[in-house]
């Protein structure tokens, strides 16, 4: 879970937590598809908060402010399963991209992010 909002002095306040999200099963299933996709071992989540709790985390350092999230509808389904109220704004960066830059932008779902991210300012 990584999750990042202006502080209101020119910072960062961060959120970068593995989350365990399946505390209450075997781990061998979620893990294998962890290990597979992300990189993530067994040993990794073993002791990290469960998703619900870090879901919590999230909702404090988020306040009432709007979501820009990779996959928009991805985190509101989430939002739901996890007990948020759906009040949230939540877009996805092709959403954001339709809205801003309408056109063929919007439909490159799967790179969106490389194709925003040459545009921002080396660091």
């Known amino acids: 879970l990584l999750a990042l ?3 209101g002095q020119g910072g960062w306040a961060a959120l970068d937590q593995i989350v365990d999200p ?3 099963s075997p781990k061998e299933g979620a893990t294998a598809r962890m290990a597979r996709e992300f ?3 067994k040993a990794d989540i073993q002791g990290c ?3 619900q709790e870090a879901w919590t985390f999230l909702e404090e350092l988020l306040g009432q402010a709007p979501v820009v999230a ?3 509808t991805s985190l509101g389904s989430w939002a739901r ?3 948020g109220d759906g009040d949230r704004l939540v877009l996805g960066l092709d959403q954001l991209a339709l809205l801003l830059v309408p056109g063929r932008l919007a439909t490159r779902r799967a790179d969106l ?3 925003l991210l040459q545009y921002l300012p080396k660091i």
């Open 81 to 83: 399963v996890m007990g």
């Open 70 to 72: 990779l996959d928009g």
């Open 49 to 51: 908060p469960a998703a």
């Open 113 to 115: 992010l490389q194709v």
């Open 5 to 7: 909002k202006p502080d």
């Open 22 to 24: 399946f505390p209450d």
């Open 39 to 41: 990189g993530i071992q």
